[in-house]
Structures are given as C-alpha cells and as structure tokens.
C-alpha cells in the first residue's frame, strides 16, 4: 500500500513530537479501509485528516493545537453540518435519531457531547475541517508518496530527509524513457534532478531479468552525495549490491591497478612554484610568472581537464570565463610551466587528482582498442555533472556499453569546481534535443528561502550566445510552497558559533525537531572544528563531515560539514555562518582575481541557502555581515 501526503503534512510532520508520530504510525496500520474520510485527535495537541481505500492512503493535512483550538472555539454564524443531506449523514454512519443534534453543532469540541462511535467522530472531525477550512481537495494536492508503510514509518521517524516521490509530469516522462541513447536532464536547485535519476534506477531494477540483471553505475562528484544517494536508494528498497554507486575520483583509483602517491595541496603549491622558478631561469621571464597561485592551479587543471596533449592544441582553446585572457606569447610560456610541472610530478612518481582522471581515461580507451575485457555498465547515471571536467565526462560516458544508457544531470548555476564553460560535443556526448529536459521549478525549497537566494544567482555566461550543445544556465521557478522568512540571528563579534548553538539547542527542545533535520554548514573548512567544539561542550549530538569520514544522514545527530560537501544534499533546517570576514578575498589578489574568487563564494552562498527546505537561518556579526545577504538586510 502507498501512502499520500500532502507537502505541509511532510513539512509538519517531521516537527511534531515521537508520540504523535508513532499515533500516526498505528493510523496507517490499522484504520479501516473506507471510502469515508477520517479525522483524529493525536496526543491532545493535534488533528490529522486522512483518506483511505483499497491501495492507498492520503494524509490531507495535520493541524497544531492552536489551529485547532479556532475549530474549538470559533463560532460560526451558520451549522457547519447542516449543509450535508441526510443520506449524507447516515452514509457517514450517524444514527438516524443523532441526525438532527449534528445539524445543531457549531463547534468542534461539541462533537463530544453527542452519543456517536469514535468511527463516527473521525469522519465527521473530516466533514468539519472541509467546511471550515474550505475544501481540503481543493486547497492543496497530495505531492508527497511513499511506496509502503515501511518507507512513510522511515520518513516519519526521521529516518530519510524526504519522502523524494513528487514527480511532475515532465519528471515522471524522464524516468519512462526507453533505456537507448542519452539523457540530459539540466535542472535548477531543488528541482528533483537526482530524484528523477534515483526513480528512473528503481523502474530499471524492477523491470530486470533473472538471468541477465542490468548494470549500473551511478557516479558523482561529491563523496556527501554519494553517500545520500546510497541512503535513498535503500529507503526506496534498493539494495547497494544491486549497482556500483562512486564518486569519480575513487572509480578511476579503483581502475588503477598500480598504487600511487596523491599529490597534497601543500606539495602541488611547491612544485608548481619551482616549476615557475625553474622556466624562469631557462631566460623565459615574463610578469605572467608572478601571477598569484590561484591562476596557475586553475590553468594546470584546465589543461589536464580538457585533456590538452600538445601545445598547438592549448593556444586554440576557449578559455571563457577562466578570468584572465592570455595572448598566444603568454600561452606558450604557461605551456612551458606545465611541461615542468609535469616532469616534477614523473620524477617523483606523483599524481594530482587531474592526473588520476586522465590516466584511468587512457587505461581504458587502451583496453578497448586491444578488446580486453572490461566492466562496462548497461546505465550510466551522471549527478551534479556540472561539476566534472570535460575529461571525467569523457572517461564515464566510455563506461557505458555499446547501445547502453548515459543519463547526465547539471545545474551550472550551482557550479563550484568548475569555471570555464564547455560544450557537450568537448565530453564525447551526443545530445539529442528529443531527450534533453528542463526543469526549472523549485520543489525543495519554500518560495521564501528561494526568493532570498535568488538574487544571488549568477551566471558566467555573459552576454555570450549559448546553443543546445553547450551547458548552460536554468533561470528558476518558484516554489509554490509558503514558509517562514530566513531567520537573521545577528550577534555580537566572534559569538556566531555561541549563538547558533544556542538556537540549534533551543529549537530541539522547544520545537522537538528531530537533531537529523538540521545541517550547520562552515566556511572556511576550519569553521567546522569550532562548532563541533562547541557543539560537544553543550552536549549537542552532532556528526562531522571531514576529508575521510562521511557522515550518515540517517543518523539521529546533527550534521555538520562544510558548505562545499553539502552539494547535492538537502535539509529540512540549515545554519549558515554568514559574517563577512570569512568569505573576503585574499589580501594581495589583483582586480581580476578579487572578482572572479567572489563571483565564486556567491555562487558557493547560492548552493548553500538552497540546501534549505523549510528554514533557513543566517547567524552573522552585526558588524560585518556578509555582502551576500544585504539584500535581506534592508
């Protein structure tokens, strides 16, 4: 039996207390099937409606004790029953000589005073709210839907973070379609991108055969991600043996039979300057050498993200949106620093994470053309593909089989990892507009918190002309679903942390929002150490997310991590640090690097105040808040 629900029952429900949710819990185990609609009181303090029939159960709306004291207390000018006809009323189940003391009732809590079954009582609570409130059917639609009792029991008791079942029309076309060929999904925030990748996986499971079940890889950038998918995988009852879910980085490891060393940042840093020194030396001093580390990390790995061989190749590529132009004389000594780059890394038998990619590409296009037998996948799920370089796009799609499925998901407004812009044609994949979708409306978030990050949605674009084959950028449609406004908690200097472990302890006792609801995301990364200290002297439950230990979104704790590794995900209730110091530029970057480095951290704020799903809080020094959030401050 599924089970329905509409979005401010998912919304509420995740807040109400264990009591109420486990009164729900027995609702849905043992109300009788009926065609009549059913109203009950839950722990004294609230009121849920439901529907029920043969296969499945609705769940129409779930009201506090002080809504519903309105219904106790409101007096109406005319008897909210007396509308219904008689058979109406014996349809119901009202004894025929109750009748007339129904028509008389004003108020809810009257009900009690007539001799009626507590079956009675229920479906006449459902008759009042409809008159009350107006139609329920009518007011809203039931969007949420869990596959059985066991996935809405999980939902209930915080168990995953949404029931992810709410497919529009074009979404549910997308997980429909035959398994040939490529599917480019582009989607702004919230829109259900990796909801549409994870139905379309479970449809493919259920249709599979006995003897030759399909395989499948679902690869993303995010280690967070990959975690969260496998979690809401199994919620929907699919088991993590039944398909290879990866981040992109740990599948070309995996390919890699030989060990090697991972060049750290610290060591990437180094190398880099003494390949500048060394080409410096060689007579080839240009200005172009003292451009800051930024510049030369981010043109190494354009390099080797394109898959650039050869110097001829390099001075012809399209560098759109890399922030600094470069003449054909300044390529040519950039080329060279990269050449030193690379004989530092050989010497030292050393890799960059760029180098990892490029080098499971070649392995495999290798093993391809001298007909080796490789694991190759039936289905290729992309998420969050905005964020791989043209070569790790390149390497996934040759991981499908001949004749198999890629299915590639972006956004390139939430692109963080990658700056320069590319066509699809750069990856090695064919777009076929038949099967390329927009989704533009916004269902995780309310229209408050999606109109609060709106303005500070960017594109890299320009006044550049962008056709079908390029990745482009989705323009948002708000959400239809009402909330609070983002809650500004401003404090005093260096007493942010305090002061959002204050609300987060506060809000779990007085609300009892379940501690797995709410995520505090940090920046910069050592941000993440001073909450999680102060988060352990208040006795807060919390998980931290670092470089080797993921976290666990099931886990009834807190979670905090780091905005970047929050990609992807989503929450109920999210803190943001968001005083201004922070996010400042680095002292000493030029003009052009300033603006392209806060370009960036907008786009980065974007992607972290749409993780919000409900409530967004913004705690910053009233001081200096963040330039990203004057707009909220006028």
Same mark, same amino acid.
Request: aromatic share 8%.
């Given at each position: 039996? %599924?089970?329905?629900?509409?979005?401010?029952?998912?919304?509420?429900?995740?807040?109400?207390?264990?009591?109420?949710?486990?009164?729900?819990?027995?609702?849905?185990?043992?109300?009788?099937?009926?065609?009549?609609?059913?109203?009950?009181?839950?722990?004294?303090?609230?009121?849920?409606?439901?529907?029920?029939?043969?296969?499945?159960? &609705?769940?129409?709306?779930?009201? /506090?004790?002080?809504? /519903? &004291?309105?219904?106790?207390?409101?007096?109406?000018?005319?008897?909210?029953?007396?509308?219904?006809?008689?058979?109406?009323?014996?349809?119901?189940?009202?004894?025929?000589?109750?009748?007339?003391?129904?028509?008389?009732?004003?108020?809810?809590?009257?009900?009690?005073?007539?001799?009626?079954?507590?079956?009675?009582?229920?479906?006449?609570?459902?008759?009042?709210?409809?008159?009350?409130?107006?139609?329920?059917?009518?007011?809203?639609?039931?969007?949420?839907?869990?596959?059985?009792?066991?996935?809405?029991?999980?939902?209930?008791?915080?168990?995953?973070?949404?029931?992810?079942?709410?497919?529009?029309?074009?979404?549910?076309?997308?997980?429909?379609?035959?398994?040939?060929?490529?599917?480019?999904?582009?989607?702004?925030?919230? /829109?259900?991108?990796? #909801?549409? #990748?994870?139905?379309?996986?479970?449809?493919?499971?259920?249709?599979?055969?006995?003897?030759?079940?399909?395989?499948?890889?679902?690869?993303?950038?995010?280690?967070?991600?990959?975690?969260?998918?496998? %979690?809401?995988?199994?919620?929907?009852?699919?088991?993590?043996?039944?398909?290879?879910?990866?981040?992109?980085?740990?599948?070309?490891?995996?390919?890699?039979?030989?060990?090697?060393?991972?060049?750290?940042?610290?060591?990437?840093?180094?190398?880099?300057?003494?390949?500048?020194?060394?080409?410096?030396?060689?007579?080839?001093?240009?200005?172009?050498?003292?451009?800051?580390?930024?510049?030369?990390?981010? %043109?190494?790995?354009?390099?080797?993200?394109?898959?650039?061989?050869?110097?001829?190749?390099?001075?012809?590529?399209?560098?759109?949106? +890399?922030?600094? +132009?470069?003449?054909?004389?300044?390529?040519?000594?950039?080329?060279?620093?990269?050449?030193?780059?690379?004989?530092?890394?050989?010497?030292?038998?050393?890799?960059?994470?760029?180098?990892?990619?490029?080098?499971?590409?070649?392995?495999?296009?290798?093993?391809?053309?001298?007909?080796?037998?490789?694991?190759?996948?039936?289905?290729?799920?992309?998420?969050? #593909?905005?964020?791989?370089?043209?070569?790790?796009?390149?390497?996934?799609?040759?991981?499908?089989?001949?004749?198999?499925?890629?299915?590639?998901?972006?956004?390139?407004?939430?692109?963080?990892?990658?700056?320069?812009?590319?066509?699809?044609?750069?990856?090695?994949?064919?777009?076929?507009?038949?099967?390329?979708?927009?989704?533009?409306?916004?269902?995780?978030?309310? /229209?408050?918190?999606?109109?609060?990050?709106? $303005?500070?949605?960017?594109?890299?674009?320009?006044?550049?002309?962008?056709?079908?084959?390029?990745?482009?950028?989705?323009?948002?449609?708000?959400?239809?679903?009402?909330?609070?406004? $983002?809650?500004?908690?401003?404090?005093?200097?260096?007493?942010?942390?305090?002061?959002?472990?204050?609300?987060?302890?506060?809000?779990?006792?007085?609300?009892?929002?379940?501690?797995?609801?709410?995520?505090?995301?940090?920046?910069?990364?050592?941000?993440?150490?001073?909450? +999680?200290?102060?988060?352990?002297?208040?006795?807060?439950?919390?998980?931290?997310?670092?470089?080797?230990?993921?976290?666990?979104?099931?886990?009834?704790?807190?979670?905090?991590?780091?905005?970047?590794?929050?990609?992807?995900?989503?929450?109920?209730?999210?803190?943001?640090?968001?005083?201004?110091?922070?996010?400042? $530029?680095?002292?000493?970057?030029?003009?052009?690097?300033?603006?392209?480095?806060?370009?960036?951290?907008?786009?980065?704020?974007?992607?972290?105040?749409?993780?919000?799903?409900?409530?967004?809080?913004?705690?910053?020094?009233?001081?200096? $808040?963040?330039?990203?959030?004057?707009?909220?401050?006028?």
């Amino acid at each position: 039996m %599924e089970v329905l629900t509409t979005q401010s029952f998912a919304d509420r429900v995740r807040t109400v207390s264990n009591t109420c949710r486990m009164q729900i819990s027995k609702i849905v185990d043992e109300a009788d099937v009926s065609t009549q609609p059913c109203a009950e009181r839950l722990d004294g303090d609230h009121l849920v409606a439901w529907t029920r029939d043969t296969r499945s159960m &609705s769940f129409w709306c779930l009201l /506090s004790k002080k809504e /519903s &004291s309105k219904l106790e207390k409101y007096d109406l000018n005319e008897f909210p029953l007396a509308g219904f006809s008689k058979s109406d009323m014996l349809g119901i189940g009202v004894p025929e000589q109750l009748i007339s003391s129904v028509y008389e009732l004003k108020k809810l809590e009257d009900l009690d005073s007539v001799n009626l079954s507590e079956s009675v009582r229920h479906r006449l609570r459902f008759v009042f709210l409809q008159r009350f409130y107006g139609l329920i059917f009518g007011r809203e639609q039931l969007v949420r839907r869990a596959y059985n009792v066991e996935h809405f029991n999980r939902y209930l008791h915080g168990n995953i973070t949404e029931l992810l079942l709410h497919l529009d029309e074009t979404q549910q076309r997308i997980v429909d379609l035959d398994g040939d060929g490529t599917i480019i999904v582009k989607g702004v925030a919230g /829109s259900g991108k990796t #909801a549409v #990748a994870l139905h379309r996986i479970v449809k493919i499971l259920e249709q599979r055969s006995l003897f030759t079940p399909p395989r499948i890889l679902f690869i993303t950038y995010n280690r967070s991600l990959v975690s969260y998918a496998g %979690e809401l995988l199994h919620a929907l009852g699919i088991k993590a043996s039944e398909l290879t879910i990866s981040t992109l980085h740990a599948l070309c490891l995996k390919k890699m039979e030989n060990k090697i060393k991972i060049i750290s940042d610290s060591e990437k840093r180094e190398m880099l300057l003494q390949a500048r020194v060394q080409v410096q030396k060689k007579n080839h001093n240009s200005s172009i050498l003292a451009y800051p580390e930024t510049f030369w990390q981010d %043109e190494i790995h354009l390099i080797k993200g394109r898959g650039v061989e050869r110097l001829e190749r390099y001075l012809k590529l399209s560098r759109f949106g +890399a922030g600094r +132009a470069l003449d054909r004389e300044s390529r040519k000594l950039v080329w060279r620093v990269f050449v030193e780059y690379q004989e530092q890394c050989a010497a030292n038998q050393m890799m960059d994470w760029d180098d990892v990619v490029w080098s499971a590409y070649k392995e495999l296009m290798r093993g391809k053309q001298e007909g080796d037998n490789l694991e190759l996948f039936d289905f290729v799920f992309i998420d969050e #593909a905005q964020d791989l370089t043209p070569m790790g796009l390149r390497l996934v799609n040759q991981l499908a089989q001949p004749g198999g499925s890629l299915f590639v998901a972006y956004d390139r407004s939430q692109s963080i990892y990658e700056k320069v812009g590319f066509k699809w044609k750069d990856c090695g994949i064919r777009l076929h507009g038949s099967r390329s979708y927009d989704l533009a409306c916004n269902y995780r978030n309310t /229209s408050q918190i999606i109109q609060a990050a709106y $303005p500070l949605l960017i594109t890299t674009d320009g006044e550049k002309n962008i056709d079908d084959n390029e990745m482009d950028v989705s323009q948002p449609v708000f959400s239809s679903r009402r909330g609070e406004e $983002p809650i500004l908690l401003d404090c005093d200097t260096g007493k942010e942390i305090e002061v959002l472990c204050q609300n987060i302890t506060d809000m779990i006792k007085s609300e009892l929002i379940p501690p797995q609801n709410i995520a505090v995301l940090c920046y910069p990364n050592k941000v993440r150490e001073l909450v +999680a200290q102060e988060m352990t002297e208040r006795s807060i439950l919390y998980q931290k997310h670092t470089g080797k230990d993921r976290i666990h979104l099931l886990d009834p704790s807190v979670k905090v991590l780091p905005i970047k590794s929050a990609k992807g995900l989503e929450f109920p209730i999210v803190y943001l640090l968001a005083s201004g110091f922070w996010y400042r $530029p680095h002292l000493g970057l030029e003009e052009d690097d300033r603006k392209t480095y806060v370009d960036n951290m907008q786009r980065v704020f974007y992607m972290a105040m749409t993780r919000a799903m409900t409530r967004l809080v913004l705690v910053y020094d009233r001081k200096d $808040p963040v330039d990203f959030i004057h707009h909220l401050l006028d």
